[in-house]
């Protein structure tokens, strides 16, 4: 009787630990802890249903999004009061619109929140000085028209009454394994912003059907 006694406490010990055992394994298998689930959960909740909305307060932000932000080089926190985080929805596809600082100057990047686990920041063409077109990631100060669905970035010095350029962007899905791109339908220049009036240097034409490019 003294050894059945003694031999229960063990038992029911090691009935204690595979239980935890097996409880722990359930937690880790469980949609709370799977990190995919985690930021779509968080993106959800801050979204609470809008397609387009804004925020001002850096502790709202998903943890993924401002962790790909704070990667990219980007200093946001300082001027979010001002000029909050835009969130928009164009053609099913989520964007964060964020404005980074660079010492005295600024330019508003574009992340592409498709995967939540693993925002990206979009890279925009742009008209080069000494000819061509280049890309950058930092277009200018950047307004969202909704109506015309198009994208303007405006570059410019903090001189008053200097020059500024403005480049008009559209969303386009790609073809093959480019994805969804920026480009660019218009350039215009400013000479002197306090008097003069924009002037278009450059503007795309429509291409023509696929058939007609390749007879």
Request: proline fraction near 7%; glycine fraction near 8%.
């Amino acid at each position: 009787m003294r050894l059945l006694i003694s031999f229960l406490p063990r038992f029911v010990l090691a009935g204690l630990l595979l239980f935890a055992s097996i409880g722990a394994g359930h937690a880790q298998g469980s949609p709370e802890s799977d990190p995919a689930h985690d930021a779509r959960r968080e993106w959800h909740n801050l979204a609470n249903g809008r397609t387009e909305f804004e925020i001002s307060d850096p502790a709202l932000l998903p943890r993924q999004i401002a962790l790909a932000i704070e990667q990219s080089g980007c200093r946001y926190k300082e001027d979010m009061q001002q000029l909050p985080i835009r969130f928009i929805r164009v053609e099913k596809q989520r964007f964060a619109i964020v404005f980074c600082r660079f010492t005295v100057t600024g330019s508003h990047k574009i992340f592409d929140l498709q995967n939540l686990q693993k925002p990206k920041p979009m890279a925009f063409p742009f008209f080069a000085r000494n000819g061509g077109f280049g890309a950058t990631e930092l277009p200018g100060v950047i307004t969202w028209k909704k109506e015309a669905g198009v994208f303007e970035a405006e570059i410019g010095s903090d001189i008053a009454c200097s020059g500024r350029t403005r480049h008009t962007y559209r969303l386009s899905s790609a073809e093959g394994l480019h994805g969804i791109t920026f480009v660019i339908v218009r350039i215009q220049v400013k000479k002197d912003e306090c008097r003069s009036e924009w002037l278009t240097i450059w503007e795309a034409s429509p291409w023509p059907p696929w058939s007609e490019r390749f007879p």
